[in-house]
């Protein structure tokens, strides 16, 4: 079955920007998904992308080349309330989203 | 706000028994998904129901099972509980398509 991969954690300064990647197999994905999670919360979808590119919402930008399978997560101005897991999924048609094991991102003052 | 309901949202109870969580779609939304997250784990995919019908099976043990019912509301059933089952359980829901999937706040699951 399909793979995605993430870094398991990452720590960042308040207000830098921070970039979080996510790979998989080219194959078999139309898209990918991006959520937040905090701790014993559920996950809150952030963005997605179907096309190749950027798509920005705030803060919170991905990106997404189908052709690499390689998509990333960018934060700006990062705030304490970041710090939480970012869970990279991919979809395709119908079928069941493939979560990766998330990344969990550490904010320090 | 996801929109999407679950209940309880704490569950304990002991080992070889029998429960069941509940969930509510968002308003309009077909597709039910029903997902573990042990303690510091990723989510699981366990199943997912479309319109009444199950559509799709990840990892679901067989002493678990659910099922969507005509007003779209979804039950997992999960028997002869383990110890090991003890964990979040989230339910989301989506409409047709590419469409982002959203979470209940989950039901905790804890066996003693």
């Known amino acids: 079955g399909q793979n995605i991969d993430q870094p398991t954690e990452m720590t960042a300064t308040e207000g830098a920007i921070v970039q979080i990647n996510c790979t998989y197999q080219?194959?078999?994905?139309?898209?990918l998904f991006w959520y937040q999670q905090h701790a014993g919360e559920a996950p809150t979808f952030l963005s997605y992308?179907?096309?190749?590119g950027l798509e920005e919402k705030g803060r919170f930008s991905s990106f997404l080349s189908r052709s690499k399978g390689y998509s990333y997560l960018l934060l700006k101005e990062l705030q304490m309330k970041d710090s939480a897991s970012y869970l990279c999924?991919?979809?395709?048609?119908?079928?069941?989203?493939?979560f990766g094991k998330g990344t969990r991102l550490s904010v320090i003052a | 706000d996801s929109g999407v309901t679950q209940t309880p949202k704490h569950l304990i109870t002991a080992t070889g028994q029998r429960v069941t969580l509940r969930c509510s779609p968002r308003?309009?939304?077909?597709?039910v998904y029903w997902y573990q997250q042990s303690l510091d784990q990723g989510l699981q995919f366990l199943i997912q129901?479309?319109?009444?019908?199950?559509?799709a099976k990840g990892n679901i043990l067989e002493r678990f099972s659910a099922q969507q019912f005509p007003d779209l509301h979804s039950e997992l059933n999960l028997s002869s509980l383990e110890l090991g089952d003890s964990a979040l359980y989230f339910c989301?829901?989506?409409?047709?398509?590419?469409?982002?999937?959203?979470f209940g706040d989950g039901t905790r699951l804890s066996i003693l």
């Open positions: 129901y479309y319109n009444g019908e199950e559509r």
């Open positions: 999924a991919g979809f395709s048609g119908n079928t069941p989203l493939v």
């Open positions: 080219t194959s078999g994905f139309n898209g």
């Open positions: 308003s309009g939304d077909l597709s």
């Open positions: 989301a829901s989506s409409g047709q398509g590419n469409q982002p999937q959203h």
């Open positions: 992308n179907v096309l190749d």
